[in-house]
């Protein structure tokens, strides 16, 4: 599976983003879809999961209430909308895949357990 993920970029604490990510050589549909982040001299975390269906969503309590994931199956891409962003929200953030998503947002699974990641994307917030 490969996915492609765009929409980062520098911008002012207040500010909104919003994140793409493509996926291909798989079922779309079959899959969970998520988006982690990681900050410099930290460890990657979750910020937020989808269900396949769409129905089911679990967010990072630092993110709760400000981003908001969603997914479009029959475009093959979920996306991460980003508003009131904070300069902690500074980190290169990654789209994965993989069954057990879930398990990673209830905390059962770390991070290191996801198999199928895409490319970064650098999100800068300025203060």
């Known amino acids: 599976v490969q996915l492609q993920a765009s929409g980062g970029g520098l911008v002012q604490a207040g500010g909104s983003l919003r994140l793409s990510c493509t996926a291909s050589g798989r079922t779309f549909s079959s899959y969970e879809m998520g988006w982690f982040r990681q900050a410099p001299g930290k460890e990657r975390e979750f910020v937020a999961i989808i269900s396949r269906g769409g129905s089911t969503t679990y967010y990072a309590d630092s993110v709760k209430g400000r981003f908001t994931i969603s997914r479009d199956n029959a475009k093959n891409t979920v996306y991460l909308q980003m508003n009131s962003l904070k300069p902690e929200d500074t980190a290169v953030y990654y789209c994965?895949?993989?069954?057990?998503?879930?398990?990673?947002?209830?905390?059962?699974?770390?991070?290191?357990?996801?198999?199928?990641w895409g490319k970064g994307t650098q999100v800068t917030v300025s203060s």
């Open positions: 994965a895949t993989d069954s057990l998503l879930t398990r990673v947002a209830l905390g059962a699974r770390g991070a290191s357990s996801v198999n199928y």
